[in-house]
């Protein structure tokens, strides 16, 4: 395979591992994309050469790694001829029998100067008497050969982190074995998630708000997650929440569910639900697949 090891008398079945390239447009959310697979429990590799997929896949398939889902990131940080073999490189692995994925991030150019513009990064190809209007075309240049063949374009244009992460992870929630479960902290007062399966009102525990020092923190900051956990009504509320995912998220497994999205909410979206979705993601992280934690108001 391209000079590289061919994949001969495998451990693993080749058609067992799921292979998702992120490639696209910097700044159009490639790192957030990646970060959505890492809570899908994807291998994640960013800015990875094309010559060493082939190689990463070995590894996972003639190894004892538990793996079988593999997310790398590609972009023009990887110079050369990288992006004329990648095509080559994806359709031999394919051909391998892998299930490979092509993922491009896009976003339009007027957005992408005002992301940069406000984060002060430099685009990787804005060298010395480079402008950043210039550096994005060559970029698009670049990159026109895997828009091209990839399975699915993303426009990132008009979504914020949350949004993009829930639609890479929802997206390729069916790579993992059984029911993805997706917990989500709002807050009332912004209104009911319409995405959600099942609402639990978290308005009636104690609310860390008012206590002046644990007010600018989160329910993920231990100052946060102390207090709550020093109240036995929230030991109560978790464990009666708990037990009753436990009696009927089999019923929904039994149906082909592929995702199930349980929403927590509290007043402001910031103490209560988000410490009981961290404690709820981490109780089932323990026991499943693919389990995935969203703040709606944090984001």
């Not at 994807?42 to 004892?64: E, K, M, R, T, W």
């Not at 100067?113 to 060298?127: M, W």
């Not at 063949?149 to 074995?177: C, F, M, P, W």
Request: hydrophobic share 40%; glycine share 6%.
């Amino acid at each position: 395979m391209n000079g590289n090891t061919p994949l001969l008398n495998p451990q693993v079945d080749p058609s067992e591992i799921h292979l998702i390239v992120l490639t696209g447009m910097s700044g159009g959310g490639k790192t957030v994309a990646l970060r959505a697979m890492e809570d899908l429990e994807f291998y994640c590799v960013d800015n990875l050469p094309s010559a060493l997929l082939p190689q990463l896949v070995n590894a996972v398939i003639h190894g004892s790694s538990k793996h079988r889902r593999i997310a790398v990131g590609v972009d023009v940080r990887n110079r050369g001829t990288d992006f004329a073999n990648m095509p080559t490189v994806l359709s031999e692995l394919a051909a391998a029998g892998v299930q490979v994925h092509l993922v491009f991030l896009d976003c339009r150019d007027e957005v992408l100067i005002k992301r940069y513009s406000e984060t002060r990064r430099r685009h990787p190809l804005a060298t010395r008497g480079v402008s950043l209007a210039d550096a994005i075309v060559e970029e698009r240049r670049l990159l026109r050969p895997l828009m091209a063949i990839a399975e699915k374009v993303i426009d990132s244009s008009e979504l914020n982190v949350h949004q993009l992460r829930r639609l890479v992870a929802t997206g390729y929630a069916q790579a993992t074995e059984g029911l993805t479960l997706m917990f989500q902290s709002f807050a009332f007062k912004r209104g009911l998630p319409l995405d959600a399966d099942f609402v639990f009102d978290a308005r009636c525990l104690p609310n860390p708000h008012w206590q002046a020092h644990l007010r600018p923190l989160s329910g993920k900051d231990a100052p946060v997650r102390e207090f709550l956990e020093a109240e036995p009504l929230v030991g109560e509320y978790f464990a009666d929440t708990a037990r009753w995912l436990d009696a009927w998220l089999p019923r929904f497994e039994q149906d082909d569910r592929s995702y199930v999205t349980i929403s927590i909410g509290c007043t402001g979206g910031r103490h209560r639900s988000v410490y009981l979705v961290e404690k709820l993601a981490a109780h089932y992280r323990d026991r499943r697949e693919g389990v995935l934690a969203f703040h709606r108001e944090l984001e």
